[in-house]
């Protein structure tokens, strides 16, 4: 939208729009720094003060040429009131069913105050999600020649992590101002508005490579992760992306724990839907029925606080399924389970965890096996990196009888997070597979492993009965089920869905034959 450059100075409340200079300028003379299409979102609504603007007109305007979902634009509404102080929306209001409008009338502005200082920093608008900087990794080999290596790295580690949707990825120009600079990620943090800084070396030497990393606290400077790789330079590029997968991968876990533990230091006055979101998924890891229906009542009152929060709905959706397969839900929480899945997909085209766990969500409680399969294959295609993705596609593809595409997820979210805190619903996902291949010793051995890890995961215990029944091993499969109903007097031999119907009937016989109650 480059009409939007080039023109009068407009205020809108205590902030100037100067269309000349493209820059959002505050009260006090400091820039207010706002990404370019909530920028050209306002200008459009400030030349059209006091009408209603269709949500088509303004992604046709402000997206020429590219198709973009709702969601970019609610973004942009979201960021432009709270670069304008309207985080109420009173001034950039929204029209039910129709669009935007700009209640107050811009009015030209006056003078321009005089530039602040160099040494005064811009004002940050606050993002609703965390950020991350990814700095040009340092070329420590002696040949400067070098150089082009370690920013290959860096641009794919930009590019790998900025398919994930629930973190921003500050862009290579932005990041790449520090290239050659020792700089301390505090000031990178307080420079560019983001909370995180990645940044790492190259050393290349006799043909290898080590390549080492570190993930920065940039409020405190506390280090939240590091890593080496070390590799053959037989292919430069294979390496790279080899790289860039194993840390984005890791990246990714280590980010939301970092922000849980935030969210959970924040007072109850100043949390934001997307803080309650942060706390909810701490309360589900618990693995107990109390702190899944805390969850639950924080993941409600989310969406009341942003009914549109697409990722909110698809982690209610998915926090139903514990609910369900521990007999802690009711009829009226499975339906909401798949109402919240159905919204989540279709307003969550652009967002790939959201689109993974409402897949999940939707196969698990409805025959709506291609929709999910639809929503599982694209959240992939946006982020292959995501272990969460991974393995909630691990399971669409389970409930849909392709165990030999669910083992192939279920084992790339293993290789993408060995560590993850999660892991039970891995194993789970591949026990169930190898018993629909007919591998009952290996289905055994992991649910073992899923029990081991997760003995409040009622689904870790089941699998160790249906393995341990089909292998013949009857007073295994009655030991194990007493173990069950003594951690889970409420339980039933239920097996939610499966499209092969035979494959489920086969499972929940055993249940009930070991000793589990229909």
């Keep these: 939208m480059d009409e939007a450059k080039g023109g009068p100075a407009l205020r809108i409340g205590g902030v100037t729009l ?14 207010i720094a706002l990404a370019p299409k909530p920028f ?55 029209v039910p069913r129709r669009g935007y409008l700009l209640e107050a009338a811009a009015e030209p502005a006056p003078a321009p105050a005089p530039a602040p200082s160099p040494a005064a920093a811009p004002t940050m608008v606050p993002l609703d999600r965390p950020a991350l900087a990814v700095l040009p990794f340092a070329n420590l080999s002696s040949d400067a020649e070098q150089e082009y290596f370690s920013d290959g790295i860096t641009d794919e580690l930009i590019t790998q992590l900025s398919r994930a949707r629930w973190f921003y990825v500050i862009a290579r120009n932005s990041s790449f101002t520090y290239k050659g600079r020792a700089v301390d990620p505090r000031q990178v943090g307080r420079d560019l508005g983001v909370r995180y800084v ?21 409020e405190t400077g506390y280090q939240l992760w590091a890593e080496r790789f070390d590799g053959e330079l037989d292919d430069i590029f294979e390496l790279q992306d080899r790289v860039a997968e194993a840390v984005a991968g890791a990246i990714e876990p280590s980010l939301q724990h970092a922000e849980i533990r935030r969210a959970q230091a924040k007072p109850t006055e100043s949390l934001t839907a997307y803080d309650l979101l942060l ?16 969850a639950l009542a924080l993941l409600r009152a989310a969406l009341q606080l942003d009914p549109d929060f697409a990722f909110g709905k698809a982690q209610l959706a998915f926090l139903t399924i514990a609910l369900t397969v521990n007999a802690w839900g009711d009829d009226a929480t499975e339906e909401e389970g798949a109402r919240c899945a159905r919204e989540a997909i279709a307003s969550s085209r652009e967002d790939p965890l959201a689109l993974a766990l409402a897949a999940f969500a939707l196969a698990f409680y409805t025959a709506e096996y291609s929709t999910a399969r639809a929503a599982a294959k694209r959240a992939q295609a946006l982020n292959p990196n995501s272990a969460q993705i991974a393995v909630s596609a691990g399971w669409v593809y389970n409930f849909n009888s392709e165990p030999s595409v669910a083992i192939e997820a279920f084992h790339r979210a293993i290789r993408l997070s060995p560590l993850d805190p999660a892991i039970e619903y891995m194993y789970v996902g591949l026990s169930s597979v190898h018993v629909a291949l007919g591998d009952l010793a290996g289905a055994l051995e992991w649910a073992e492993r899923a029990v081991q890890g997760a003995p409040n995961h009622s689904p870790c215990h089941r699998y160790v009965i249906i393995a341990n029944w089909l292998l013949g091993r009857e007073e295994a499969a009655r030991a194990a089920a007493a173990r069950m109903l003594a951690l889970f007097p409420t339980a039933r031999a239920q097996i939610r869905r ?14 009930v034959a070991a000793g589990i109650p229909e």
């Design 279 to 294: 706390q909810a998924m701490h309360c589900q890891r618990t693995l107990t029925r109390e702190g899944n229906a805390k």
């Design 198 to 218: 990645l940044e790492g070396s190259v050393r290349r030497a006799a043909g290898r490579v080590r390549i080492t990393c570190q993930l920065i606290d940039a």
């Design 18 to 31: 100067d269309t000349g200079r493209g820059c959002l300028p505050g009260a006090d003379g400091a820039e």
């Design 498 to 511: 499966y499209r092969d119907t035979a494959f489920r009937e086969k499972l929940v016989g055993a249940l």
């Design 40 to 94: 050209d979102l306002l200008v459009m609504l400030a030349r059209n003060p006091g009408r209603t603007l269709s949500k088509d007109a303004l992604l046709d305007a402000i997206w020429p040429g590219v198709h973009v979902t709702e969601d970019s634009l609610v973004q942009a509404v979201r960021t432009a009131r709270r670069a304008i102080g309207d985080e109420a929306g009173q001034v950039l209001r929204s």
